[in-house]
């Protein structure tokens, strides 16, 4: 039985076609990894200083969701170094990063609203954890999409290239109509 994160039933015929080349997309997201684990770092020894003051969420959650996101944001990583390489075990690493990261996320929204739901009463809202939860499941259900649809190269792609127009001219390129016969 195919697991339907990383094989969904559209996979064969997505809705939307672009050929993207796996390597390529493994690249991109291996730098985009990178910054992110060092930045992911960066924030985990800022949120572990934050919760040591009191000044965090509920401590327990808001630290084990940033530890989550760490931990997915390595495994996407090494899924797209994978990618890269050209092998296709790598897809399945970078979609369960993501997952790990998304996990992450709702852990440190939940610790974050269960901080702010005492403050409530006084005005102090929680929609900013929330705002940021939406906007990181948009942008993981896009790159997850985007991942899904890229294929490796020997695999079928899905927008046939073909020529360009015209008078029946290679991909890429314009050869321009014959000249006339030479007049008698």
Same mark, same amino acid.
Do not use: H
């Given at each position: ?25 493994? $690249?991109?997201? +291996? ?9 992911? #770092? +960066?924030? $985990? ?5 934050? %919760?040591?003051? @009191?000044?965090? /969420?509920?401590?327990?959650?808001? $630290? $084990?969701?940033?530890? #989550?996101?760490?931990?997915?944001? %390595?495994? /996407?990583?090494? =899924? ?24 992450? @996320? ?6 974050? #609203? ?10 102090? =809202?929680? @929609? /900013? ?32 290239? /073909?020529?360009?127009?015209?008078? @029946? ?16």
């Amino acid at each position: 039985m195919a697991n339907i994160l990383t094989d969904p039933p559209f996979a064969a015929d997505p809705p939307v076609k672009l050929n993207i080349p796996a390597k390529t997309l493994g $690249l991109v997201l +291996l730098i985009l990894g990178v910054i992110g684990i060092i930045f992911g #770092i +960066l924030g $985990l020894t800022a949120t572990f200083g934050a %919760c040591t003051l @009191g000044g965090c /969420g509920f401590p327990i959650l808001w $630290l $084990l969701g940033a530890i #989550i996101g760490l931990v997915g944001i %390595c495994v /996407g990583t090494y =899924g797209a170094y994978q990618m890269y390489q050209l092998n296709r075990d790598g897809k399945r690493l970078v979609i369960y990063g993501l997952a790990l990261g998304f996990i992450g @996320g709702v852990v440190s929204t939940i610790g974050t #609203i269960i901080f702010y739901a005492g403050y409530a009463l006084l005005g102090v =809202g929680y @929609g /900013g954890a929330i705002v940021g939860l939406i906007i990181d499941v948009i942008v993981y259900a896009i790159v997850w999409y985007v991942v899904v649809i890229s294929r490796f190269p020997g695999e079928t792609p899905l927008v046939a290239a /073909g020529p360009t127009g015209g008078y @029946g001219n290679p991909p890429g390129g314009y050869n321009p109509p014959p000249p006339p016969p030479p007049g008698a």
